[in-house]
C-alpha cells in the first residue's frame, strides 16, 4: 500500500480531509507547508497544485526515512545537528528562538531549571533576533551550559562523594579526623551483661505492682513494693501506723484541701458566706479605712476603700446602713494584702519555731532571686500569708473618725473570699510541684535541702493548724451539702495529713540530709546580691537552732495531730540528730556512712 493512494482513498472517504479553497488559502496564509517540509519552492497560487505537491513532498519524507536510517554513519566528529533557521527574515513569521538555538536565558543565567520553560508559551518573552547561530553545533550550545542547569553523570566515574568544590567549607585539613574505633560495636563489660541479663525473681508480681502503683513510700525509697496491702517496708518502718504510712496516692490528688472544709474560725461562717454572694447596690460616698490584724493600731495597716451597699431583699432597705464592702475598682490586690501579712511577720518578734520559718520563707523569696527551689519558697510564702488572713479569727479598723472599732463583717467577709481564691490555686501549683519530685533518684542536694526542709516545714505547720481548728470547732458547724464535717476530717487526719508527713520523711530520714547549712552559697555559682544576704542567713540560723526545742514539744504534746507527726518524722529526726559521729569507714566500703542507715 503506497502512501499518496491512502491519502487519496482517505479523504474520498472522510470529507474533513478535504477543506474547501478558502481553508486552504487561509493555512497558507499563516503556515508555509513547504518551508517546513524542506521544498524551496515557493507556494504555488493555486490550491489544488498545492495540496498535490504537499502530498508528494510529505510522501517523500516518509519514504526516506528507512533508507535514510539505514544509511546513518556514526562518525562523532560529524555536525549531525547543524539545523538551519526554520524561517527566514522574508517569511514573515516570527519565533523566540529556532529549532537549534538554546534559550537565552538558560545560556546566560544557567541557573534555571529546563521543566520552568517546557510550558511556558513562547510569545512571553521577548525576542533577540541579532543573535541568530545558524551553524552552532549540539556540542558548542552545551558547552554554555553549566552543570547544574543540564546535569551530566558519567556512570564510569560512580557517584559524586561529598559536596561539589564550590561550595564546600572547610577543606580535608580541617575535618575533624575519623575514629576507626568509632565503626566498631562495643562490648558491653561484665558487669553490665549481668545487669542485661537479670531475672525477676517474681515476674507475675511485678507485673501486679506495675499495674496497681508502688506506695509513696517505696517509690520515693526505690525499694519493691507489693501489687495490694500494706507492703512490708512500711509495716517495718511504722509498726502501727503503716496504714497511714503506706499509700499510693500523690500530693495533687487530695486537691483542693482548704477548698473544701468549711470555714472554722470566723464567728459566723454562714452568714459570711452569703454576704458574699448576690448582688449590692452601692451608696453613699466611698470612705477610706485601716484594717489591723489586732487591736493595736501600732502593727502594720491595709489602707483601703469601703463603701455601703444596700443588698437585694435585705433588712437594711427601710432602716440605716450597716453592710459595706470594697468597691468594684478598689477592691485589694494579692499583692497588696500580700505585703500587708510581710509587715506582720517582721513587725512581730517571737521566738517560736513556727515563726522562724515563715521568717525565712519571707527572706528567701524577698531576696533568693536567682537561689535553689526559690519558686517552691516563694509559692509556699504566699500561701501562708493569705493562709494567716484565712485563719484571723477577726479584724480591727480605724474608721474615717479615727475610732478603732471591729471591722464589719461584711468587710471581714469579703477579705477571708479573696485569701480563700488565692489559697486554691498556690495549693494546687504546690501540690502538683510535690508530685513531680516524687521519682527524683536520692535525697535533695545539698544547696536544696533548706529551701525544701523549711517549706516542707510550713507547709506541716499550716495543715497542722487547719486540722486543730477544724477539730475545735466541729461541733459547731453545720453539715455540708455533699458529706458531713466528721467525714471531711477523717479524710484529711488520716489520708491527706500522714501522706504530706511521710512525703517529707523519706526526702530527710538520713543523717546525712538532715545536716543543713548554707555553706554552698560561699560559691560565685549564684546572684552576689542573694548569697550576701544577710536576712537569709540570719534567718536560716535562727530557724536551724529552734527546731530541736520544737521537737521536743511537740513530743511533749497532748494533741492526736502532734503524737502522729513525732510517729511519723519527729521521733526519728531526733534520733539521727542526737547520734554520734561515726569515725569514716576505709575507701574500700561498698556503702556510704549514712545514706544506707535503717530508719529504725
Not at 526 to 539: D, L
Not at 567 to 589: D, G, I, W, Y
Amino acid at each position: 500500500m503506497t502512501f499518496p493512494r491512502d491519502m487519496d482513498r482517505m479523504e474520498l472517504e472522510n470529507s474533513r480531509l478535504s477543506p474547501s479553497p478558502e481553508l486552504e488559502d487561509l493555512f497558507n496564509q499563516f503556515f508555509d507547508w513547504q518551508a517546513y517540509s524542506g521544498d524551496a519552492n515557493p507556494s504555488s497560487p493555486h490550491p489544488h497544485h498545492h495540496h498535490h505537491h504537499r502530498k508528494q513532498s510529505l510522501s517523500r519524507i516518509i519514504t526516506d526515512i528507512p533508507s535514510f536510517i539505514e544509511n546513518f554513519p556514526l562518525d562523532p566528529n560529524r555536525p549531525y545537528f547543524d539545523m538551519p533557521p526554520s524561517y527566514s527574515s522574508d517569511d514573515g513569521l516570527t519565533s523566540e528562538y529556532s529549532p537549534g538555538q538554546t534559550p537565552p536565558e538558560l545560556v546566560q543565567g544557567g541557573s534555571s531549571s529546563p521543566s520552568d520553560h517546557s510550558g511556558s508559551p513562547p510569545f512571553l518573552e521577548p525576542l533577540d533576533d541579532g543573535h541568530y547561530h545558524q551553524e552552532a553545533s549540539l556540542r558548542e550550545i552545551q558547552a554554555q551550559d553549566d552543570e547544574w542547569t543540564y546535569p551530566q553523570t558519567d556512570p564510569s566515574k560512580g557517584m559524586v562523594q561529598g559536596y561539589p568544590h564550590h561550595i564546600q567549607v572547610l577543606d580535608d585539613r580541617h575535618r575533624r579526623p575519623v575514629d576507626p574505633s568509632a565503626k566498631l560495636k562495643r562490648r558491653r563489660s561484665g558487669n553490665d551483661l549481668d545487669k542485661r541479663q537479670r531475672q525477676l525473681a517474681d515476674p507475675g508480681q511485678t507485673a501486679d505492682v506495675r499495674k496497681s502503683g508502688a506506695c509513696l513510700p517505696c517509690r520515693m525509697s526505690k525499694t519493691r513494693c507489693h501489687d495490694s496491702g500494706v507492703c512490708p517496708m512500711c509495716r517495718k518502718a511504722f509498726p502501727d501506723h503503716s496504714h497511714m504510712a503506706c499509700t499510693r496516692a500523690t500530693p495533687s490528688t487530695f486537691w483542693p484541701v482548704m477548698g473544701k472544709i468549711p470555714d472554722v474560725w470566723s464567728t459566723n461562717p454562714e452568714e459570711e458566706e452569703q454576704l458574699c454572694s448576690g448582688p449590692r447596690f452601692y451608696t453613699g460616698k466611698p470612705r477610706e479605712i485601716s484594717v489591723f490584724f489586732t487591736p493595736d493600731p501600732s502593727f502594720p495597716a491595709l489602707r483601703a476603700t469601703v463603701q455601703a451597699y444596700r443588698s437585694q431583699g435585705g433588712s437594711e432597705e427601710n432602716g440605716s446602713l450597716s453592710k459595706a464592702d470594697f468597691p468594684r475598682d478598689c477592691v485589694p490586690s494579692h499583692e497588696l494584702l500580700q505585703r500587708w501579712v510581710e509587715d506582720q511577720i517582721q513587725t512581730e518578734q517571737r521566738s517560736d519555731f513556727q515563726y522562724a520559718a515563715q521568717s525565712f520563707v519571707l527572706a528567701y523569696s524577698e531576696q533568693g532571686w536567682g537561689l535553689p527551689k526559690h519558686d517552691l519558697v516563694r509559692k509556699v510564702h504566699r500561701m501562708n500569708c493569705f493562709f494567716r488572713i484565712l485563719k484571723a479569727r477577726s479584724f480591727w479598723c480605724l474608721d474615717p473618725t479615727n475610732k478603732l472599732t471591729t471591722l464589719p463583717l461584711s468587710v471581714q467577709a469579703q477579705l477571708r473570699n479573696i485569701a480563700r481564691r488565692a489559697i486554691y490555686s498556690l495549693e494546687h501549683d504546690i501540690l502538683k510541684e510535690m508530685d513531680e519530685t516524687i521519682a527524683q533518684q536520692g535525697v535533695p542536694q545539698p544547696q536544696e535541702r533548706i529551701a525544701i526542709w523549711a517549706s516542707m516545714w510550713q507547709l506541716i505547720l499550716m495543715y497542722r493548724d487547719l486540722l486543730q481548728g477544724f477539730k475545735a470547732h466541729i461541733g459547731r458547724l453545720a453539715t455540708s451539702k455533699s458529706e458531713s464535717p466528721q467525714s471531711i476530717y477523717k479524710r484529711l487526719a488520716e489520708s491527706f495529713y500522714p501522706l504530706l508527713v511521710v512525703y517529707y520523711h523519706y526526702q530527710f530520714r538520713t543523717k546525712k540530709s538532715l545536716e543543713l547549712s548554707l555553706d554552698w552559697l560561699k560559691t560565685p555559682k549564684y546572684p552576689a546580691a542573694a548569697c550576701h544576704s544577710r536576712a537569709i542567713h540570719e534567718a536560716a540560723q535562727y530557724l536551724l537552732d529552734s527546731r530541736k526545742e520544737h521537737y521536743q514539744k511537740l513530743q511533749s504534746s497532748k494533741s492526736e495531730i502532734d503524737q502522729l507527726l513525732c510517729v511519723l518524722v519527729v521521733n526519728h529526726e531526733l534520733k539521727k540528730m542526737n547520734a554520734r559521729k561515726r569515725a569514716p569507714k576505709a575507701k574500700s566500703s561498698k556503702h556510704a556512712d549514712d545514706d544506707c542507715e535503717d530508719d529504725n
